[in-house]
């Protein structure tokens, strides 16, 4: 009966079994998260400020294009082209709201 208990409260996902690949969408998903937040367009997780960081908004934009470039090869086409759209949502956000600075 325990261990039926520590089954039902374990409803987190364990990354370790995910595909190379599959992580690489994962942390490209949550460094883009991270992007957007920084840039200011985001609310700060479990507050209801903005706080603009364009030094860390580089970084993980740097980051998620890195890891766009080693998934392309290995995607289809469409999902290759949702990625380097967001990429570049990414980067013309930035350098807008930079400059606005």
């Excluded at 690489?24 to 937040?37: D, E, K, M, P, R």
């Excluded at 766009?68 to 380097?84: D, H, T, Y």
Aim: glycine share 6%; net charge negative; charged share 25%.
């Amino acid at each position: 009966m325990g261990e039926e208990k520590e089954e039902e409260g374990n409803t987190g996902l364990d990354v370790t079994s995910l595909d190379t690949y599959a992580l690489l969408g994962l942390f490209i998903n949550i460094l883009s998260a991270q992007a957007w937040q920084h840039m200011g367009l985001r609310l700060k997780p479990g507050t209801d400020k903005v706080v603009k960081d364009f030094k860390r908004a580089s970084t993980a934009i740097n980051c998620v294009a890195f890891l766009v470039n080693k998934l392309e090869p290995e995607i289809p086409e469409n999902e290759s082209r949702q990625l380097r759209n967001l990429l570049t949502d990414l980067q013309v956000n930035f350098v807008q709201l930079k400059g606005s600075e």
